[in-house]
């Protein structure tokens, strides 16, 4: 093996791979199994995504929190939420990781620092703002950081927690997870400004746009804003340009999209293959250990979807409990 | 002005926050001889209804109060003279009552028990003072509550007594307005805060009487004091014997809302009704306070651990001589009122009937008149 | 010790010794402490009527104004609660609650239920309520039904100084998330408050006055007028018995049904317009659970289904009178087809 040109140890690398490709397994299987049926209500998949979730997730510990957006898959994962019971809460039975109570758009493990997947566009931000006053508070170097859409980028909650946490001082970063698209609707159309950076230094802090398919690009911009915020340098804006493979839900016909668009995103701009061809070229890794990776995590999440198909459905008796502490 | 052969009976005032009560009924019709003690009436008031007896004697000569009507404190009520007042110098003294009735107000509240915080080693603690009534100050004397009361549980007894001594009423650590924190739940230990108290508050010596565990402190206190303590007047008193109703303490302490502790109350009475809502409600504003949950399960645990209390004291204070007087209600579910003999032949025992645990409340007269005849006669109240 | 303080005091003094108590207690609002950033005096206004006055003082950087930000203050105050701090926001007026229920209904009264009994989110969100302040139509609502019905919602509206006290500390202590609503018009009135710190337990109604002939269910102001109510009818020889609710989510049925299983008449005063309020609630749910110890209709005094008006001569006749209310009580009492007396309170 050659030496490494990576700022990431090997270790890293292999874990940044296994993550990535956890999530995009997640997906993929949750796209062929929601068309059979097997899954209630709707889905929002996250392929095609990962180098941001991943890239940002590796700075993080569990003490710092993450507000998620409706499409929390991949953010979750990332965050270290445990794949049978995101999967199980997915199937909506009692062994889920909110007992099947939340589903898909509501998935949390506050033990990890996941403060949820959230099915109101941009209510993560203020949400994200009070957990990092918490940890300011507390002076437990804690970071907070709200993942949104392009789309829920013009939320008024979102405008105003960039005030908020700026007036504030708080260390909060706000990922700006740009696909392109709010649900069918271009943000080319739809977000006024001409970059997230103006947006960011209208509200007195740093912006910063990547390349969100390149996870070195994504895991190095973010490691010095989460370093900054975590210092007590404030807030920061992180724009990630990324691509979306599927619908804004699964059902979606995606008519809105130019024919083969979908196809060439996935042809050239794959984030997940793009990192293992870097590792690879670098010969750092061989595929050999990827291709490994591939067989234990498809094995993973086999074994998610039918421990969550075995697993019991919530009690009737849990429709009344869990609504209040003590009432 | 006063005719001074004419007596007026007035709306009483039981305690500091008493300022009217509605009279229910007469007990007496017009014309009526009446006895020193003789039930004459009763009356309602926010916290509890009672009977009030005659302060004087006389024929009752007139009846102004009417059933149903409420009446602000000190207002005249009825009027007792023997049969040889003329009814004009009656009349005369009725109309010229109205006016120390309510012009003397500022001159009466002085008179009456106050408020007072002291500050002693078992930190701030509350009392009440009244200075006698009728001339010199007289001896001092000190009212202890039980577990879970306050000095307001002599409401009846603070005047009565004050006619012939300088009456003081402490809340106890861990009650009603003193400090909510216990250094030591023990006999001991609050035997220990109320010598404290009578440090700070410059007592010597007292009339020590105790109701129900305050009973118990009384006796602690004539143990491991006695030249602090004149004589022991034991009200349904702790200490005497191992019986009490475990449910009784458990209940009290647990219940954090009107309904669980309503119930609990009506057992300190023979009379349930005379629990009412701002009873309840008094005692739920203090059993609210921070710490007081806490010190009465501490209390509890150390005093009445496992549904028997843990000071049996009547050998020892039969031992010591000390002019002793016990009374009981004959229908105390909480202490049995067996336990009255416990000190046989050292003390004065009396039972009375159709009375509970609050005996002081519920026959406050008949308590009242033997509270005054044990303190009045220290020297020659033993062995009655 | 106990003494006279008024309910604006009492909010304070609940504050001041939770502070004092528990150092994860922080308080936020706009100008709460007043002039932060600004070169004139520190602490210039603690609240808009002075309410957290004097609390910066004693409690420095645990005060915080916020920017004109109602969302994203009310929102960090949710995740701060998440997060394990137990932040007290003040919405100022209520009625703002407009500009940031999201953050309410959607994200702090749902993320126990959400994730599976797995969050607790003690916050509170303090805020005035009420009319008769000439705030006119935006200032001035009562909008406890809107809270009421979101499950997840604790919802506390005190009538005095004493219950604000020990309901605002039993807010700060709870577990869930709390609207904690202060009548504006109540702010001045006095009453006996200990210096100490205590908790009202949450659904317990206050029977402040016994009767046997109709029951007078209420919260906030209008008890105030259903006791004026009260004496007027005792001047009749009707006896009311009155009852406060103090808080609303949860409520204590059961004092309602006991209460009028003895009485056999009910009158529910609701501040709030007339459609599914809290009176709706109540003359359901004895409807439903009490209809055999009914007497006579149950009646409903509330305020109309109108925004509340400006001019003053107006908005006196919004919130319901005593005189309304005891003729409502009235009403309960005529013989069927017959039209009952009215008399003034």
Redo the contacts between chains.
Sequence with gaps: MTENPFPLSKDDLLRAYRTMRTIREFEERLHVDFAKGDIPGFVHLYAGEEACATGIMMHLNDNDRIASTHRGHGHCIAKGVDVHAMMAEIYGRSTGACRGKGGSMHIADLSKGMMGANGILGAGAPLICGAALAAKVRGDRGVGITFVGDGASNQGTFLESLNLAAVWNLPVVFVVENNGYAESTAMEWAVSCDSYVDRATGFGMPGVTVDGTDFFAVHEAAGEIIRRAREGGGPALLECNMVRFYGHFEGDAQTYRAKGEVEALRASRDCLVMLGERVIEAGVIARAELQAIDGEVAALIEDAVRAAKAAPLPAAGDLLTDVYVAY | MLNERIKPIVMPKWGLSMSEGKLTGWLKRPGASVALGDELLEVETDKITNVVEAGDSGILRRVLGEPGTVYPVKALIAVLAEPDVPDSEIDAFIDAYAAPATGGAGEEEEAGPRYHFAETPAGTLRYAKRDGTRGESGPAVLLLHGFGGDLDNWLFTIDALAESATVYALDLPGHGQSAKTLADPTLAGLSKAVLGFMDAAGIDRAHLVGHSMGGAVSMRTALDAPERVASLSLIASAGLGSAIDHGYIQGFTAANSRRDLKPVLETLFADQSLVGRKLVDDLLKYKRLDGVEAALRALSAALFADGAQAEILAGAVAATGLPTLVVWGEQDRVIPAAHATALGHAARSVVIPNAGHMVQMEAAGKVNALLKEHIGTPATGTAT | ??RKISMKQAINEALDLEMRRDP?V?VMGEDIVGGTGAHGEADAWGGVLGVTKGLHAKHGD?L?D??L?E???????????????R?VAELMFMDFMG?CF??IF??AAK??????????TPVVIRGMVGAGFRAAAQHSQMLTPLFTHI??L?VVCPSNA?DAK?LLIQAIR???PVIFCEHKNLYGMECEV?A??????F??A??LR?GDDVTIVSYGLTVHRAMAAADALARERVEAEVIDLRTLS?IDW??IVESVERTGRLVVVDEAHPRCNLATDIAAYVGQHAFGALKAGVQMVTAPHTPVPFAPSLEDLYVPSAEAIAAAALRTLAPTGTTPRSIAA
């Design positions: 010790m106990s994860t922080i645990r915080m916020t920017p930000s969302s994203a203050y009310i929102g960090a105050a949710i995740g701060a609660a998440a997060c394990g701090l932040p500009v999201d953050q959607n994200q993320f126990r239920y959400m994730f599976g009994g797995k969050a607790e499950p997840g604790k004493y020990g709870d577990n869930d200990p100490e710190s205590y908790a009202i337990p659904g317990e206050n029977v016994d949860p059961d004092s």
